[in-house]
Protein backbone atom coordinates (compact mmCIF):
# COMPACT_ATOMS: atom_id res chain seq x y z
CA UNK A 1 0.00 0.00 0.00
CA UNK A 2 2.83 2.54 0.91
CA UNK A 3 4.63 2.53 -1.97
CA UNK A 4 7.51 4.86 -2.26
CA UNK A 5 7.35 7.69 -4.68
CA UNK A 6 10.41 6.26 -6.40
CA UNK A 7 9.07 2.80 -7.15
CA UNK A 8 6.34 4.40 -9.21
CA UNK A 9 8.12 4.45 -12.46
CA UNK A 10 9.07 0.76 -11.97
CA UNK A 11 5.64 -0.02 -10.99
CA UNK A 12 3.56 1.37 -13.73
CA UNK A 13 6.48 -0.20 -16.40
CA UNK A 14 5.81 -3.84 -14.67
CA UNK A 15 1.79 -3.24 -14.32
CA UNK A 16 1.46 -3.02 -18.64
CA UNK A 17 4.74 -4.82 -19.71
CA UNK A 18 3.07 -5.78 -22.87
CA UNK A 19 2.25 -2.40 -24.25
CA UNK A 20 4.04 -0.69 -26.89
CA UNK A 21 3.41 3.30 -26.79
CA UNK A 22 3.40 4.85 -29.91
CA UNK A 23 6.13 7.02 -30.77
CA UNK A 24 5.59 10.40 -30.68
CA UNK A 25 6.42 13.35 -33.35
CA UNK A 26 8.10 16.48 -32.09
CA UNK A 27 5.47 19.10 -31.41
CA UNK A 28 7.44 21.70 -34.21
CA UNK A 29 4.95 21.92 -36.41
CA UNK A 30 1.88 22.06 -33.43
CA UNK A 31 -1.95 22.35 -34.30
CA UNK A 32 -3.16 24.19 -32.00
CA UNK A 33 -1.32 25.99 -29.36
CA UNK A 34 -2.95 26.99 -25.86
CA UNK A 35 -1.82 29.14 -23.63
CA UNK A 36 -3.42 30.11 -20.35
CA UNK A 37 -6.52 28.70 -21.15
CA UNK A 38 -9.58 29.64 -18.77
CA UNK A 39 -13.35 28.37 -18.90
CA UNK A 40 -15.78 29.96 -16.84
CA UNK A 41 -19.70 28.88 -16.83
CA UNK A 42 -21.33 31.97 -15.51
CA UNK A 43 -18.30 32.75 -12.15
CA UNK A 44 -17.40 28.96 -11.81
CA UNK A 45 -14.24 28.85 -13.64
CA UNK A 46 -14.14 25.38 -14.68
CA UNK A 47 -10.95 25.02 -16.03
CA UNK A 48 -7.87 26.92 -15.55
CA UNK A 49 -4.97 27.82 -16.99
CA UNK A 50 -4.11 25.36 -19.38
CA UNK A 51 -1.19 25.37 -21.55
CA UNK A 52 -0.53 22.51 -24.37
CA UNK A 53 0.13 22.43 -27.79
CA UNK A 54 -1.75 19.88 -29.80
CA UNK A 55 0.40 17.73 -32.19
CA UNK A 56 0.04 17.47 -35.92
CA UNK A 57 -1.85 14.32 -37.42
CA UNK A 58 -1.09 12.53 -34.22
CA UNK A 59 -3.31 11.47 -31.24
CA UNK A 60 -3.57 13.55 -28.33
CA UNK A 61 -5.89 11.85 -25.57
CA UNK A 62 -6.86 13.87 -22.35
CA UNK A 63 -7.84 11.35 -19.19
CA UNK A 64 -8.34 12.91 -16.05
CA UNK A 65 -11.24 11.92 -13.19
CA UNK A 66 -15.07 13.23 -13.60
CA UNK A 67 -15.46 17.11 -13.41
CA UNK A 68 -12.09 18.12 -14.17
CA UNK A 69 -12.35 19.51 -17.39
CA UNK A 70 -11.35 18.06 -20.38
CA UNK A 71 -14.62 17.75 -21.61
CA UNK A 72 -14.90 21.65 -21.77
CA UNK A 73 -11.43 22.16 -23.23
CA UNK A 74 -12.06 19.69 -25.77
CA UNK A 75 -15.38 21.97 -26.69
CA UNK A 76 -13.12 24.91 -27.06
CA UNK A 77 -11.43 23.40 -29.88
CA UNK A 78 -14.59 24.02 -31.90
CA UNK A 79 -16.18 26.45 -30.26
CA UNK A 80 -18.95 24.16 -29.48
CA UNK A 81 -18.93 26.08 -25.97
CA UNK A 82 -20.74 29.09 -27.67
CA UNK A 83 -23.38 26.53 -27.52
CA UNK A 84 -23.83 27.06 -23.40
CA UNK A 85 -24.84 30.79 -23.49
CA UNK A 86 -22.75 31.31 -20.04
CA UNK A 87 -19.68 29.80 -21.32
CA UNK A 88 -16.58 32.47 -20.95
CA UNK A 89 -13.30 31.24 -22.53
CA UNK A 90 -10.34 33.38 -21.58
CA UNK A 91 -6.68 33.21 -22.62
CA UNK A 92 -4.89 31.55 -26.26
CA UNK A 93 -6.20 29.01 -28.57
CA UNK A 94 -4.77 29.65 -31.45
CA UNK A 95 -5.10 27.01 -34.61
CA UNK A 96 -2.26 27.06 -36.84
CA UNK A 97 -1.30 30.26 -35.60
CA UNK A 98 -5.15 31.87 -35.36
CA UNK A 99 -6.65 32.92 -32.51
CA UNK A 100 -9.74 30.69 -32.69
CA UNK A 101 -11.95 33.03 -31.01
CA UNK A 102 -10.46 35.88 -32.72
CA UNK A 103 -13.60 39.02 -33.33
CA UNK A 104 -13.33 38.00 -37.29
CA UNK A 105 -13.65 33.80 -36.61
CA UNK A 106 -16.61 32.42 -37.73
CA UNK A 107 -17.41 29.16 -36.00
CA UNK A 108 -19.03 27.62 -38.44
CA UNK A 109 -16.14 27.59 -39.91
CA UNK A 110 -14.11 26.35 -36.88
CA UNK A 111 -16.27 23.74 -36.94
CA UNK A 112 -15.97 22.62 -40.59
CA UNK A 113 -12.47 22.37 -40.17
CA UNK A 114 -12.83 20.73 -36.52
CA UNK A 115 -14.99 17.85 -36.52
CA UNK A 116 -16.37 16.20 -33.86
CA UNK A 117 -17.40 12.89 -32.28
CA UNK A 118 -19.72 12.34 -29.31
CA UNK A 119 -20.04 10.38 -26.15
CA UNK A 120 -23.73 8.86 -27.36
CA UNK A 121 -23.95 7.92 -30.90
CA UNK A 122 -26.34 10.53 -32.26
CA UNK A 123 -26.45 9.64 -35.99
CA UNK A 124 -29.77 12.03 -37.82
CA UNK A 125 -32.64 9.64 -37.66
CA UNK A 126 -32.47 9.72 -41.85
CA UNK A 127 -31.12 6.98 -44.44
CA UNK A 128 -27.22 5.99 -43.94
CA UNK A 129 -26.78 7.57 -47.14
CA UNK A 130 -28.25 11.23 -45.99
CA UNK A 131 -25.97 10.66 -42.84
CA UNK A 132 -22.80 11.09 -44.87
CA UNK A 133 -24.58 13.45 -47.02
CA UNK A 134 -25.36 16.10 -44.82
CA UNK A 135 -21.99 17.79 -43.83
CA UNK A 136 -20.90 18.24 -46.95
CA UNK A 137 -24.41 19.35 -48.37
CA UNK A 138 -25.08 21.84 -45.99
CA UNK A 139 -21.81 23.17 -46.77
CA UNK A 140 -22.17 23.65 -50.34
CA UNK A 141 -20.54 20.29 -51.66
CA UNK A 142 -21.25 20.06 -55.50
CA UNK A 143 -19.32 17.23 -56.73
CA UNK A 144 -20.81 14.15 -57.00
CA UNK A 145 -22.73 12.64 -53.69
CA UNK A 146 -22.88 9.03 -54.27
CA UNK A 147 -19.17 8.99 -54.92
CA UNK A 148 -18.03 10.81 -51.75
CA UNK A 149 -20.50 8.63 -49.69
CA UNK A 150 -18.88 5.86 -50.98
CA UNK A 151 -15.23 6.81 -50.92
CA UNK A 152 -15.99 8.22 -46.71
CA UNK A 153 -18.05 4.64 -45.78
CA UNK A 154 -14.76 2.97 -47.15
CA UNK A 155 -12.10 5.47 -45.32
CA UNK A 156 -14.22 4.87 -42.80
CA UNK A 157 -14.28 1.13 -42.68
CA UNK A 158 -17.88 1.01 -42.45
CA UNK A 159 -18.79 0.26 -46.55
CA UNK A 160 -18.69 -3.26 -46.81
CA UNK A 161 -20.89 -3.64 -43.68
CA UNK A 162 -23.54 -1.03 -44.82
CA UNK A 163 -23.27 -0.93 -49.10
CA UNK A 164 -26.63 -2.89 -49.34
CA UNK A 165 -28.64 -0.83 -46.99
CA UNK A 166 -27.61 2.80 -47.49
CA UNK A 167 -31.04 4.02 -47.87
CA UNK A 168 -32.03 2.45 -44.51
CA UNK A 169 -32.02 3.95 -41.23
CA UNK A 170 -29.00 4.77 -39.06
CA UNK A 171 -30.82 3.96 -35.76
CA UNK A 172 -30.86 0.45 -37.41
CA UNK A 173 -27.54 -0.02 -37.00
CA UNK A 174 -25.62 -1.36 -33.88
CA UNK A 175 -24.31 1.08 -31.42
CA UNK A 176 -20.84 0.58 -32.41
CA UNK A 177 -21.51 0.89 -35.96
CA UNK A 178 -23.62 4.08 -35.56
CA UNK A 179 -20.58 5.33 -33.59
CA UNK A 180 -18.46 4.52 -36.83
CA UNK A 181 -20.84 6.51 -39.14
CA UNK A 182 -20.90 9.21 -37.04
CA UNK A 183 -16.93 9.27 -37.48
CA UNK A 184 -17.35 8.78 -41.11
CA UNK A 185 -19.74 11.52 -41.12
CA UNK A 186 -17.14 13.44 -39.27
CA UNK A 187 -14.64 13.04 -42.32
CA UNK A 188 -16.88 13.43 -44.91
CA UNK A 189 -16.56 17.16 -44.54
CA UNK A 190 -12.92 16.68 -44.76
CA UNK A 191 -11.88 18.27 -42.04
CA UNK A 192 -8.41 18.79 -40.16
CA UNK A 193 -8.70 17.79 -36.64
CA UNK A 194 -11.50 15.31 -35.03
CA UNK A 195 -12.30 15.64 -31.72
CA UNK A 196 -13.83 13.03 -29.46
CA UNK A 197 -15.52 13.39 -26.27
CA UNK A 198 -15.33 9.50 -25.22
CA UNK A 199 -16.75 8.10 -27.91
CA UNK A 200 -16.24 4.49 -26.94
CA UNK A 201 -18.10 4.71 -22.99
CA UNK A 202 -21.44 3.41 -24.49
CA UNK A 203 -20.11 0.42 -26.40
CA UNK A 204 -18.89 -2.39 -25.71
CA UNK A 205 -15.22 -4.06 -25.51
CA UNK A 206 -15.43 -5.57 -29.74
CA UNK A 207 -16.66 -2.40 -30.80
CA UNK A 208 -14.67 -0.75 -28.73
CA UNK A 209 -11.80 -1.99 -30.63
CA UNK A 210 -13.07 -1.53 -33.68
CA UNK A 211 -13.26 2.63 -33.18
CA UNK A 212 -9.35 2.39 -32.17
CA UNK A 213 -8.43 0.85 -34.95
CA UNK A 214 -10.35 3.28 -37.02
CA UNK A 215 -8.48 6.10 -34.80
CA UNK A 216 -5.32 4.47 -35.35
CA UNK A 217 -5.87 4.69 -39.42
CA UNK A 218 -7.31 7.70 -39.62
CA UNK A 219 -4.53 9.44 -37.47
CA UNK A 220 -2.21 9.09 -40.88
CA UNK A 221 -4.13 12.00 -42.05
CA UNK A 222 -6.02 13.93 -39.31
CA UNK A 223 -5.55 15.35 -35.91
CA UNK A 224 -7.23 13.70 -33.44
CA UNK A 225 -8.06 14.80 -29.86
CA UNK A 226 -9.84 12.31 -27.72
CA UNK A 227 -11.16 12.87 -24.01
CA UNK A 228 -11.43 9.15 -22.67
CA UNK A 229 -12.22 7.91 -19.08
CA UNK A 230 -10.51 4.83 -19.93
CA UNK A 231 -7.02 5.04 -19.54
CA UNK A 232 -6.11 1.60 -21.25
CA UNK A 233 -7.54 3.23 -24.68
CA UNK A 234 -4.75 6.01 -23.63
CA UNK A 235 -2.08 4.19 -23.73
CA UNK A 236 -3.59 1.90 -26.50
CA UNK A 237 -3.73 5.19 -29.18
CA UNK A 238 -2.39 7.65 -28.12
CA UNK A 239 0.76 9.42 -29.03
CA UNK A 240 0.68 12.18 -26.62
CA UNK A 241 -1.53 12.68 -22.99
CA UNK A 242 -2.90 15.28 -20.92
CA UNK A 243 -3.50 14.09 -17.51
CA UNK A 244 -6.13 16.22 -16.56
CA UNK A 245 -7.42 16.83 -12.34
CA UNK A 246 -9.44 18.89 -10.48
CA UNK A 247 -8.96 20.84 -7.04
CA UNK A 248 -11.55 21.23 -5.04
CA UNK A 249 -11.81 25.12 -3.34
CA UNK A 250 -12.66 26.02 0.10
CA UNK A 251 -16.38 26.77 -1.72
CA UNK A 252 -16.48 22.95 -2.50
CA UNK A 253 -16.50 24.48 -5.86
CA UNK A 254 -14.27 22.07 -8.64
CA UNK A 255 -11.48 23.48 -10.88
CA UNK A 256 -10.06 21.47 -13.26
CA UNK A 257 -6.28 21.93 -14.20
CA UNK A 258 -4.03 20.26 -16.70
CA UNK A 259 -1.20 18.26 -14.37
CA UNK A 260 0.79 16.97 -16.66
CA UNK A 261 1.08 16.42 -20.68
CA UNK A 262 3.61 14.28 -22.32
CA UNK A 263 4.22 11.36 -24.42
CA UNK A 264 2.01 8.90 -23.33
CA UNK A 265 4.88 6.12 -23.03
CA UNK A 266 6.89 8.94 -20.42
CA UNK A 267 3.09 9.31 -18.85
CA UNK A 268 2.29 6.03 -18.27
CA UNK A 269 5.82 4.85 -17.23
CA UNK A 270 7.20 7.45 -15.33
CA UNK A 271 5.34 10.64 -14.65
CA UNK A 272 6.66 13.35 -13.16
CA UNK A 273 3.63 14.28 -10.80
CA UNK A 274 2.76 12.55 -7.83
CA UNK A 275 -0.88 12.75 -8.78
CA UNK A 276 -0.59 11.58 -12.56
CA UNK A 277 0.94 8.55 -10.96
CA UNK A 278 -1.83 7.96 -8.06
CA UNK A 279 -4.30 8.24 -11.20
CA UNK A 280 -3.36 5.90 -13.65
CA UNK A 281 -1.95 3.27 -10.72
CA UNK A 282 -6.03 3.38 -9.98
CA UNK A 283 -5.25 4.92 -6.33
CA UNK A 284 -7.98 7.35 -7.24
CA UNK A 285 -10.36 8.99 -10.21
CA UNK B 1 -13.39 -26.02 12.34
CA UNK B 2 -12.30 -29.91 11.72
CA UNK B 3 -16.20 -31.75 12.18
CA UNK B 4 -17.01 -33.29 8.59
CA UNK B 5 -20.65 -33.50 8.64
CA UNK B 6 -22.84 -32.29 11.34
CA UNK B 7 -25.94 -31.49 9.03
CA UNK B 8 -26.61 -34.91 9.30
CA UNK B 9 -27.55 -34.47 13.04
CA UNK B 10 -29.52 -30.94 12.65
CA UNK B 11 -33.26 -31.56 12.29
CA UNK B 12 -34.96 -31.15 8.82
CA UNK B 13 -36.34 -27.81 8.47
CA UNK B 14 -39.48 -27.08 7.37
CA UNK B 15 -40.15 -26.29 3.33
CA UNK B 16 -40.32 -22.88 3.02
CA UNK B 17 -43.44 -21.19 2.40
CA UNK B 18 -44.10 -19.78 -0.89
CA UNK B 19 -48.30 -19.39 -1.12
CA UNK B 20 -49.13 -15.79 -1.14
CA UNK B 21 -52.09 -14.32 0.72
CA UNK B 22 -53.92 -13.47 -2.34
CA UNK B 23 -54.39 -9.65 -3.30
CA UNK B 24 -55.48 -7.31 -0.21
CA UNK B 25 -58.78 -6.20 0.05
CA UNK B 26 -57.36 -2.66 -0.15
CA UNK B 27 -55.79 -3.23 -3.06
CA UNK B 28 -58.72 -4.89 -4.13
CA UNK B 29 -61.15 -1.74 -3.64
CA UNK B 30 -58.36 0.47 -5.30
CA UNK B 31 -58.78 -1.44 -8.53
CA UNK B 32 -62.31 -1.46 -8.48
CA UNK B 33 -62.25 2.11 -8.20
CA UNK B 34 -60.02 3.03 -10.90
CA UNK B 35 -62.76 0.67 -13.40
CA UNK B 36 -65.56 2.35 -12.40
CA UNK B 37 -64.09 5.87 -12.53
CA UNK B 38 -63.18 4.84 -16.36
CA UNK B 39 -66.86 3.53 -16.21
CA UNK B 40 -68.40 6.93 -15.83
CA UNK B 41 -66.25 8.40 -18.60
CA UNK B 42 -67.04 5.92 -21.48
CA UNK B 43 -70.47 4.77 -20.39
CA UNK B 44 -71.88 8.90 -20.46
CA UNK B 45 -69.35 9.23 -24.14
CA UNK B 46 -71.18 5.84 -25.44
CA UNK B 47 -75.15 7.32 -23.89
CA UNK B 48 -74.34 10.44 -25.58
CA UNK B 49 -73.65 9.27 -28.83
CA UNK B 50 -76.04 6.77 -28.68
CA UNK B 51 -78.86 9.27 -28.03
CA UNK B 52 -77.45 11.62 -30.84
CA UNK B 53 -77.68 8.96 -33.54
CA UNK B 54 -81.33 7.84 -32.07
CA UNK B 55 -82.65 11.36 -32.12
CA UNK B 56 -80.82 11.82 -35.35
CA UNK B 57 -82.22 8.11 -37.32
CA UNK B 58 -85.11 9.45 -39.05
CA UNK B 59 -83.04 12.40 -40.67
CA UNK B 60 -79.92 10.73 -41.31
CA UNK B 61 -79.93 10.81 -44.54
CA UNK B 62 -78.45 12.78 -47.66
CA UNK B 63 -80.37 15.33 -47.30
CA UNK B 64 -78.73 16.57 -44.50
CA UNK B 65 -75.46 17.30 -46.51
CA UNK B 66 -77.50 17.70 -50.21
CA UNK B 67 -79.83 20.59 -49.05
CA UNK B 68 -79.92 24.12 -47.46
CA UNK B 69 -81.30 25.43 -44.49
CA UNK B 70 -85.38 25.89 -44.97
CA UNK B 71 -87.20 27.72 -41.71
CA UNK B 72 -90.11 26.45 -43.20
CA UNK B 73 -90.16 22.91 -44.62
CA UNK B 74 -88.10 21.07 -41.81
CA UNK B 75 -88.04 18.05 -44.48
CA UNK B 76 -86.62 19.75 -46.96
CA UNK B 77 -83.66 21.56 -44.94
CA UNK B 78 -80.39 20.62 -45.14
CA UNK B 79 -76.62 21.43 -43.65
CA UNK B 80 -74.72 21.86 -46.72
CA UNK B 81 -73.89 25.47 -45.95
CA UNK B 82 -73.03 24.58 -42.54
CA UNK B 83 -70.90 22.11 -44.11
CA UNK B 84 -69.37 23.52 -46.27
CA UNK B 85 -69.09 26.96 -43.84
CA UNK B 86 -67.38 25.35 -41.17
CA UNK B 87 -64.77 23.35 -44.27
CA UNK B 88 -63.99 27.13 -45.38
CA UNK B 89 -63.51 28.41 -42.27
CA UNK B 90 -61.35 25.88 -40.80
CA UNK B 91 -59.01 25.73 -43.67
CA UNK B 92 -58.47 29.29 -43.51
CA UNK B 93 -58.28 29.07 -40.03
CA UNK B 94 -55.35 26.45 -40.58
CA UNK B 95 -53.78 29.08 -43.16
CA UNK B 96 -53.32 31.82 -40.58
CA UNK B 97 -52.34 30.08 -37.57
CA UNK B 98 -49.95 27.23 -38.25
CA UNK B 99 -47.46 29.79 -39.99
CA UNK B 100 -47.25 31.74 -37.58
CA UNK B 101 -48.20 29.86 -34.36
CA UNK B 102 -44.77 27.10 -35.88
CA UNK B 103 -42.75 30.04 -36.29
CA UNK B 104 -43.37 32.02 -33.25
CA UNK B 105 -42.53 27.85 -31.58
CA UNK B 106 -39.53 28.07 -33.55
CA UNK B 107 -38.34 31.27 -32.10
CA UNK B 108 -39.18 30.81 -28.51
CA UNK B 109 -38.05 27.34 -28.77
CA UNK B 110 -34.47 28.03 -30.57
CA UNK B 111 -33.85 31.41 -30.21
CA UNK B 112 -35.03 33.12 -27.84
CA UNK B 113 -32.76 33.39 -24.26
CA UNK B 114 -35.11 32.25 -21.70
CA UNK B 115 -33.25 34.24 -18.95
CA UNK B 116 -34.26 37.28 -20.62
CA UNK B 117 -37.03 38.93 -18.82
CA UNK B 118 -39.26 39.63 -21.85
CA UNK B 119 -38.89 36.24 -23.36
CA UNK B 120 -40.12 34.57 -19.77
CA UNK B 121 -43.27 37.29 -20.47
CA UNK B 122 -43.93 35.84 -23.58
CA UNK B 123 -44.11 32.34 -22.58
CA UNK B 124 -46.59 33.25 -19.46
CA UNK B 125 -48.57 35.29 -21.58
CA UNK B 126 -48.79 32.58 -24.34
CA UNK B 127 -50.07 29.87 -21.34
CA UNK B 128 -52.31 32.70 -20.33
CA UNK B 129 -53.88 33.24 -23.26
CA UNK B 130 -54.38 29.22 -23.80
CA UNK B 131 -57.01 29.56 -20.99
CA UNK B 132 -58.92 32.59 -21.89
CA UNK B 133 -62.43 31.63 -22.43
CA UNK B 134 -63.23 31.73 -26.08
CA UNK B 135 -66.57 33.95 -25.81
CA UNK B 136 -63.39 36.64 -25.28
CA UNK B 137 -61.83 35.55 -28.03
CA UNK B 138 -65.58 36.38 -30.03
CA UNK B 139 -65.39 40.01 -28.63
CA UNK B 140 -62.16 41.05 -29.77
CA UNK B 141 -63.14 39.75 -33.09
CA UNK B 142 -65.99 41.67 -33.18
CA UNK B 143 -64.76 44.96 -32.00
CA UNK B 144 -61.38 45.01 -33.74
CA UNK B 145 -61.65 42.40 -36.78
CA UNK B 146 -65.24 42.51 -38.09
CA UNK B 147 -65.67 46.43 -37.13
CA UNK B 148 -62.50 47.74 -36.14
CA UNK B 149 -60.50 46.32 -39.61
CA UNK B 150 -64.13 46.56 -41.38
CA UNK B 151 -63.94 42.77 -42.55
CA UNK B 152 -67.88 42.13 -41.68
CA UNK B 153 -69.39 39.36 -40.81
CA UNK B 154 -67.73 36.86 -43.14
CA UNK B 155 -65.30 33.75 -43.58
CA UNK B 156 -62.36 36.04 -43.13
CA UNK B 157 -63.54 37.96 -39.69
CA UNK B 158 -64.33 34.18 -38.58
CA UNK B 159 -60.97 32.50 -39.32
CA UNK B 160 -59.04 35.12 -38.16
CA UNK B 161 -60.80 35.53 -34.42
CA UNK B 162 -61.02 31.27 -34.85
CA UNK B 163 -56.67 31.47 -35.28
CA UNK B 164 -56.45 33.83 -32.62
CA UNK B 165 -58.26 31.27 -30.45
CA UNK B 166 -55.96 28.43 -31.22
CA UNK B 167 -52.69 30.18 -31.69
CA UNK B 168 -51.98 29.77 -28.00
CA UNK B 169 -52.55 26.23 -28.28
CA UNK B 170 -50.80 25.46 -31.93
CA UNK B 171 -47.59 27.10 -30.31
CA UNK B 172 -47.57 25.16 -26.89
CA UNK B 173 -48.12 21.97 -29.12
CA UNK B 174 -45.34 23.04 -32.13
CA UNK B 175 -42.97 23.79 -29.05
CA UNK B 176 -43.21 20.29 -27.34
CA UNK B 177 -42.69 18.46 -30.37
CA UNK B 178 -39.60 20.83 -30.78
CA UNK B 179 -38.54 20.52 -27.76
CA UNK B 180 -38.51 16.48 -28.04
CA UNK B 181 -35.92 16.88 -30.69
CA UNK B 182 -32.92 15.67 -28.83
CA UNK B 183 -30.01 18.67 -27.92
CA UNK B 184 -27.24 15.63 -29.59
CA UNK B 185 -29.08 16.26 -32.94
CA UNK B 186 -28.56 19.96 -33.19
CA UNK B 187 -25.08 19.36 -31.59
CA UNK B 188 -24.05 16.95 -34.17
CA UNK B 189 -25.35 18.82 -37.23
CA UNK B 190 -23.69 22.10 -35.74
CA UNK B 191 -20.64 20.77 -35.33
CA UNK B 192 -20.71 19.21 -38.95
CA UNK B 193 -20.35 22.91 -39.85
CA UNK B 194 -24.09 23.43 -40.51
CA UNK B 195 -25.69 27.01 -39.34
CA UNK B 196 -28.40 27.39 -36.57
CA UNK B 197 -31.13 28.10 -39.46
CA UNK B 198 -29.53 24.60 -41.44
CA UNK B 199 -29.60 22.85 -38.39
CA UNK B 200 -33.31 23.64 -38.01
CA UNK B 201 -34.35 23.36 -40.91
CA UNK B 202 -33.33 20.22 -42.09
CA UNK B 203 -33.18 18.39 -38.81
CA UNK B 204 -35.16 19.85 -35.96
CA UNK B 205 -37.97 20.67 -38.10
CA UNK B 206 -38.25 17.10 -39.96
CA UNK B 207 -38.25 15.66 -36.73
CA UNK B 208 -40.59 17.43 -35.35
CA UNK B 209 -43.42 17.57 -37.81
CA UNK B 210 -45.26 14.54 -36.84
CA UNK B 211 -45.64 15.90 -33.02
CA UNK B 212 -46.37 19.41 -34.51
CA UNK B 213 -49.32 17.87 -36.78
CA UNK B 214 -50.59 15.82 -34.34
CA UNK B 215 -51.01 18.81 -31.73
CA UNK B 216 -51.82 21.66 -34.79
CA UNK B 217 -54.91 19.23 -35.84
CA UNK B 218 -56.25 18.53 -32.24
CA UNK B 219 -56.50 22.64 -31.75
CA UNK B 220 -57.98 22.88 -35.16
CA UNK B 221 -61.03 20.52 -33.97
CA UNK B 222 -61.13 22.48 -31.02
CA UNK B 223 -61.76 25.68 -33.55
CA UNK B 224 -64.17 23.15 -35.50
CA UNK B 225 -66.40 22.67 -32.43
CA UNK B 226 -66.37 26.66 -31.17
CA UNK B 227 -69.63 28.29 -31.54
CA UNK B 228 -69.51 31.38 -28.71
CA UNK B 229 -67.42 33.69 -30.42
CA UNK B 230 -68.97 33.17 -33.90
CA UNK B 231 -72.10 33.42 -32.22
CA UNK B 232 -70.99 36.94 -30.98
CA UNK B 233 -69.59 37.65 -34.53
CA UNK B 234 -72.97 37.67 -36.13
CA UNK B 235 -73.12 34.46 -37.56
CA UNK B 236 -76.59 32.95 -36.80
CA UNK B 237 -77.68 35.06 -39.56
CA UNK B 238 -79.90 32.67 -41.76
CA UNK B 239 -77.72 31.48 -45.02
CA UNK B 240 -78.67 29.35 -47.98
CA UNK B 241 -75.57 29.33 -49.66
CA UNK B 242 -72.07 28.27 -49.78
CA UNK B 243 -69.19 30.64 -49.15
CA UNK B 244 -67.70 31.14 -52.03
CA UNK B 245 -64.64 33.30 -50.86
CA UNK B 246 -63.23 34.71 -47.59
CA UNK B 247 -65.56 37.58 -48.47
CA UNK B 248 -68.46 35.90 -47.91
CA UNK B 249 -70.86 35.60 -45.61
CA UNK B 250 -71.12 32.29 -43.62
CA UNK B 251 -72.58 29.41 -41.14
CA UNK B 252 -71.20 26.51 -39.50
CA UNK B 253 -72.23 23.43 -37.87
CA UNK B 254 -72.32 24.53 -34.12
CA UNK B 255 -74.02 28.00 -35.14
CA UNK B 256 -76.72 25.71 -37.35
CA UNK B 257 -77.15 23.29 -34.51
CA UNK B 258 -77.72 26.07 -31.71
CA UNK B 259 -80.02 27.54 -34.63
CA UNK B 260 -82.17 24.05 -34.96
CA UNK B 261 -82.12 23.28 -31.07
CA UNK B 262 -83.86 26.66 -30.71
CA UNK B 263 -86.64 26.08 -33.09
CA UNK B 264 -89.74 24.70 -31.22
CA UNK B 265 -90.40 21.83 -33.52
CA UNK B 266 -89.37 18.28 -32.85
CA UNK B 267 -88.65 17.74 -36.83
CA UNK B 268 -85.94 20.65 -36.44
CA UNK B 269 -84.65 18.72 -33.17
CA UNK B 270 -84.04 15.51 -35.10
CA UNK B 271 -82.66 17.83 -38.21
CA UNK B 272 -79.73 19.17 -35.35
CA UNK B 273 -79.06 15.88 -34.25
CA UNK B 274 -78.15 14.99 -37.77
CA UNK B 275 -76.10 17.58 -38.17
CA UNK B 276 -74.87 16.93 -34.71
CA UNK B 277 -73.68 13.38 -35.95
CA UNK B 278 -72.13 14.91 -38.97
CA UNK B 279 -70.21 17.29 -37.10
CA UNK B 280 -68.58 14.21 -34.83
CA UNK B 281 -67.75 12.85 -37.75
CA UNK B 282 -65.42 15.32 -39.33
CA UNK B 283 -64.10 15.97 -35.32
CA UNK B 284 -63.19 12.26 -34.73
CA UNK B 285 -61.65 11.98 -38.93
CA UNK B 286 -59.25 14.80 -37.45
CA UNK B 287 -58.64 13.58 -34.11
CA UNK B 288 -58.35 9.65 -35.98
CA UNK B 289 -56.17 11.52 -38.43
CA UNK B 290 -53.76 13.14 -35.90
CA UNK B 291 -53.36 9.55 -34.08
CA UNK B 292 -52.33 7.54 -37.14
CA UNK B 293 -49.34 10.69 -37.83
CA UNK B 294 -48.39 9.96 -34.57
CA UNK B 295 -48.25 6.31 -34.85
CA UNK B 296 -47.07 6.60 -38.28
CA UNK B 297 -43.71 9.18 -37.38
CA UNK B 298 -43.43 8.16 -33.58
CA UNK B 299 -39.46 8.18 -33.50
CA UNK B 300 -37.39 6.62 -30.92
CA UNK B 301 -34.00 8.24 -30.36
Same mark, same amino acid.
Given at each position: ????????????????? $??????????????? %????????????????????? *??????????????????????????????????????????????????? @???????????????????????????????????????????????????????? %??????????????????????? =?????????????? %????????????????????????????????????????????????????????????????? %??????????????????????? | ????????? !?? /?????????????????????????????????????????? @??????????????????????? /?? /? $?????????? *????? @????????????????? =??????????????????????????????????????????????????????????? *?????? !??????????? !??????????????????????????????????? =???????????????????????????????? *???????????????????????????????????????????????
Amino acid at each position: MTTPDTSGAAGGGTRTP $QVSYRQARSLAEAVF %EVGGLSVFYGDHEAVRDVNMS *IGDRQITAMIGPSGCGKSTVLRCFNRMNDLVPTARVHGKIHYHNEDLYGRE @VDPIEVRRRIGMVFQKPNPFPKSIYDNIAYGPRVGGFKGNVDDLVEETLTHAALWE %EVKDKLKTSALALSGGQQQRLCI =ARTIAVKPEVILMD %EPCSSLDPIATAKIEDLMEKLAEEFTIIVVTHNMQQAARVSHRTAFFTADVDDKGERHGRLVEYD %ETARIFSNPSDRRTEDYISGRFG | MGAPVVTQD !AP /ALPPPRLKGRGTPLRERFFRLGLWASLAVGVVFLAGLLLYVV @VEAWPRLDSRIWSNFPDIIDPTN /AG /A $QSAIMGTLWV *IAFTA @VYCLPTGILAAIYLEEY =ADPDRWWNKVIEINIQNLAAVPSIVYGILGLGVISRGLGFGQTVLTASLTLSLLVLPIV *IIASRE !AIRAVPQSIRQ !ASLALGATQWQTIWRQVLPAAVPGMATGSILALSR =AIGEAAPLLLLGGLTFITFNPTGIQSEFTVLP *IQIFNWISQSRAEFVALASAAIVILLVILLAMNSLAIWLRNRYARRW
